[in-house]
């Protein structure tokens, strides 16, 4: 025999081996590596491949992108064989009323995994165009965020009349400058909030839900430039300028991509899924003796 054609003698006995026993040794080497223990419960790596693999397809891509992830999950897992374990040492699983509750739900979990199997969302979505477009329209509906500057003068509910009587003497003082002063010399002059009154009463860029909706309510209404108030809120008045509005800034689409393609699939998993009920129970005709189960109702339990 021409050397140049002998195989190696590794390659060789490799090759007499066959498929199916070098598969069975792979699941032997998975069923007796240890991949995580809590208590009396060890889950291998056999375990762990059979519990991912039982998941849906969203949490299966979270579950390959994130360790964590998975480490959770195999937490999930010894708890709930822990407790399962206590369960049938206490003979629930046999009692009467719990063998009835099962038959519903394996009954629920049937049509709800035969519902989903008739949902089947092709590979190939989400295109490329379909998350540019998802991310698009993410990006036109981002909450806004504003530039304000404030003058505020204290006046807690239930606080003393004549103070709160003097903090209205006040705001109708600044009512009648605001337009015309400055607001920010107006703001250090005048301002009773310690943090801002020193900056001309600039708070900087602020999202509209981290405002108290008293103030949100006036903000979102103004153009830049404009004033307001005074806005009554529980801790006192509020003279409130808008300098700036701009949408909050969305991460990178590359940073963001995938959970993007994730969520659009769920979303188009849940739309067929009802599509589905739908023609369904429109094949039914289904109808309602409503005025029997109305006095059915008045019977039950």
């Known amino acids: 025999m021409n050397p140049k054609n002998r195989e190696s003698p590794i390659l060789w006995l490799l ?5 199916a026993l070098l598969l069975a040794q ?65 003979g629930f699983d046999h009692d009467p009323k719990t ?33 540019q477009a998802a991310y698009d329209a993410a990006r036109a509906a981002a909450p806004a965020e504003y530039h304000i500057a404030q003058i505020f003068i204290r006046a807690p509910d239930g606080g003393d009349p004549a103070a709160l009587n003097a903090a209205l003497r006040k705001a109708t003082d600044i009512a009648s400058r605001v337009n015309a002063d400055d607001f920010a010399e107006l703001a250090r002059a005048q301002s009773e909030d310690s943090q801002s009154a020193p900056n ?32 009554k809120t529980s801790q006192g008045l509020h003279f409130v300028k ?32 009802r599509a589905y009920i739908n023609r369904f129970t429109a094949k039914l005709g289904i109808s309602i003796n409503e005025i029997e189960l109305a006095k059915l109702q008045a019977s039950l339990d």
């Not at 394996?106 to 969302?121: G, K, P, T």
């Not at 008293?214 to 153009?223: Q, R, T």
């Open 242 to 273: 808008l300098i700036a509005k701009r949408p909050i800034a969305l991460p990178p689409l590359s940073q963001v991509r995938d959970r993007i393609a994730a969520d659009l699939r769920t979303r188009r998993t849940q739309e067929l899924e």
């Open 26 to 90: 792979v699941a032997r080497a998975d069923a007796n590596l240890v991949i995580a223990q809590g208590g009396s419960v060890a889950l291998s790596a056999a375990d762990v491949r059979t519990a991912v693999a039982a998941l849906p397809e969203s949490s299966r891509r979270v579950i390959h992108s994130s360790l964590p992830a998975l480490e959770q999950l195999l937490r999930s897992e010894i708890a709930q064989r822990t407790i399962l374990s206590d369960v049938r040492a206490a």
């Open 99 to 131: 063998l009835v509750q099962l038959r519903e739900l394996q009954r629920d979990a049937l049509v709800r995994l035969w519902i989903a199997s008739q949902a089947n969302v092709p590979t190939s979505y989400p295109s490329a165009a379909d998350v």
């Open 15 to 19: 090759g007499c081996v066959p498929l």
């Open 200 to 231: 001309g009463g600039d708070l900087g860029f602020i999202p509209g839900e981290r405002m108290v909706p008293e103030v949100y309510k006036v903000v979102s209404s103004l153009a830049p430039g404009q004033v307001s108030g005074p806005v």
